[in-house]
């Protein structure tokens, strides 16, 4: 069974940088089968898909064109987890995170983590 | 959304009801469609893939349809834990991305 855990802080500064961790058991970030997403979800936005990470003999990603210019998704196979990085956020970008498994689909998820990007 | 789906949707218990999902041809067009439960407080669980597949553990009162670029859900047998958030979701060919519904509120009267 496939399972993923999240963490990282619920609360980052104006301009500063998003940082969560997806750490992953019963499955390997090298599969050459799944594809590790991040995606969020607010009230003003609903559910937003913000990129992917993913090992088909080399590394390869795919981003949003929303945020694509301010997010960064990379795996750390020693540890087996993925990360979101997300830059220059604002009040907008206040939301659940969640992180992903597909393979064909999202089929497995992480449990959330509220963050809230205020002074 | 780059889907569609109405906001709300309504029934009585024991009673039939559908949720639309309208896409386009860049997903819906040649893609599978999936349905997604999500309780309050929780991640989305998948309920239908590939357009009209149940995962183990769903029951079969649940059942999804795809046509052309229009998808549904239909929940039969209504029962007042079925009273939640329901997200269609595809990939989308031109955003090379996944994409979702706004998300309909099912409440069972």
């Known amino acids: 069974q496939v399972q993923l855990q999240q963490s990282g802080p619920g609360l980052v500064k104006p301009s500063q940088t998003l940082s969560l961790t997806c750490a992953i058991s019963g499955d390997s970030i090298s599969s050459n089968s799944a594809a590790w997403n991040w995606i969020r979800q607010s009230p003003s936005r609903g559910l937003e898909w913000l990129g992917r990470t993913y090992y088909r003999s080399k590394w390869y990603n795919g981003y949003a064109v929303s945020v694509k210019s301010r997010v960064s998704i990379n795996p750390d196979t020693s540890k087996n987890q993925f990360s979101l990085q997300l830059n220059s956020v604002t009040p907008e970008d206040t939301a659940v995170y969640y992180c992903?498994?597909?393979?064909?689909?999202?089929?497995?998820w992480g449990q959330g983590i509220l963050v809230t990007v205020s002074s | 959304s780059v889907l569609t789906q109405p906001p709300s949707a309504s029934g009585t218990p024991g009673q039939r009801v559908t949720i639309s999902c309208s896409g386009s041809?860049?997903?819906?067009?040649?893609?599978?469609v999936y349905w997604y439960q999500q309780l309050p407080g929780t991640a989305p669980k998948l309920l239908i893939y590939r357009n009209n597949q149940r995962p183990s553990g769903v029951p079969d009162r649940f059942s999804g349809s795809k046509s052309g670029t229009s998808a549904s859900l239909a929940i039969s047998g209504l029962r007042s834990e079925d009273e939640t958030d329901y997200y269609c979701a595809a990939w989308d060919d031109s955003l090379s991305g996944w994409i979702f519904g706004g998300g309909t509120k099912l409440t069972v009267l």
């Open positions: 041809s860049s997903n819906f067009g040649s893609n599978y």
């Open positions: 992903a498994r597909s393979a064909d689909y999202l089929d497995y």
